[in-house]
C-alpha cells in the first residue's frame, strides 16, 4: 500500500502539534520526532550512553532518566555541545521514525503526519512526499515559547535564534500554513490542505 507521507515543521512555538492533531482528527497516523527522541534516550536504549558521554553524569536524573531542561539550558548556552550531540543522534531518531512509519497500522486514511523541528535542517525532506511548514508571527511564537517552557522572553529568543529562521523554511516547504491562533480555523485550513493533497497524491501514483 503505498502510504502518503507528511512533513511537518515549523519553528518553536509555532503550533506544529495542533496541525498534526489536525490531521489526526482526520484520521492519520501521526508521528512526533520529539517523542521519538526521547524513546531513543530512554535508559536502556542504545543513545542513552551517548547522551550521559556528552553532557556527563550532571544530566542523570536520581531515577536515572534524563534531565531534559538542563540539557535545554546547556546546549542553549553551547553550540558546540549542541552540534556534538545532533550529530550523535539524529542518525538514530531519522531510523527509529522510519521504522515507525513503516510498522504503523493505517487504519482510516493511507497516510502518516510526521512533525520534524529539523525537517530541513537535517535534510530529511526526502523521506516525505510533501512538506508543510508552520507558520506565527514571530510575537506569538515568543510568547508560546514563554509560556510552554516556562522561560523569560529573552531566553525564548535564545532558543529561536538556534533554528532556521521562518522565512527559509517558507522557502524550503511544498506548503505554508499559517497559525493566527484560532485552534478552529487551523483544523480547518489543515482539512482543507489534505483533501487537496491527497487528491494530488493518488492521481500522481495512479
Do not use: W
Not at 80 to 104: F, K, Y
Not at 122 to 151: C, H, P, W, Y
Not at 174 to 194: A, M, P, T
Request: charged fraction near 30%; aromatic fraction near 4%.
Amino acid at each position: 500500500m503505498d502510504i502518503l507521507k507528511i512533513g511537518v515543521t515549523g519553528s518553536a512555538g509555532s503550533g506544529k502539534s495542533l496541525v498534526c492533531q489536525g490531521f489526526k482528527n482526520l484520521g492519520l497516523v501521526t508521528l512526533d520526532c520529539d517523542k521519538i527522541a526521547r524513546q531513543v534516550v530512554e535508559p536502556g536504549q542504545k543513545a542513552y550512553g551517548v547522551v550521559v558521554s556528552c553532557f556527563g553524569s550532571d544530566v542523570v536524573k536520581k531515577d536515572k532518566t534524563l534531565d531534559r531542561a538542563r540539557m535545554r539550558d546547556l546546549v542553549v548556552n553551547r553550540p558546540d555541545l549542541r552540534r556534538q550531540l545532533e550529530s550523535l543522534l539524529h542518525p538514530l531518531i531519522i531510523e527509529e521514525m522510519v521504522l515507525q512509519m513503516g510498522a504503523a497500522v493505517y487504519e482510516q486514511e493511507p497516510a502518516c503526519a510526521v512533525e520534524v523541528p529539523l525537517l530541513f535542517e537535517l535534510g530529511m525532506e526526502n523521506e516525505f512526499d510533501v512538506t508543510i511548514a508552520v507558520v506565527a508571527t514571530q510575537s506569538s511564537l515568543l510568547e508560546r515559547i514563554s509560556k510552554r517552557d516556562n522561560v523569560s522572553m529573552e531566553s525564548a529568543g535564545k532558543m529561536l535564534d538556534l533554528q532556521m529562521a521562518q522565512v527559509e523554511k517558507i522557502k524550503h516547504a511544498d506548503h505554508v500554513i499559517e497559525n493566527k491562533g484560532r485552534q478552529g480555523e487551523l483544523f480547518e485550513s489543515v482539512e482543507k490542505f489534505y483533501i487537496k493533497i491527497k487528491k494530488e497524491f493518488l492521481t500522481m501514483k495512479s
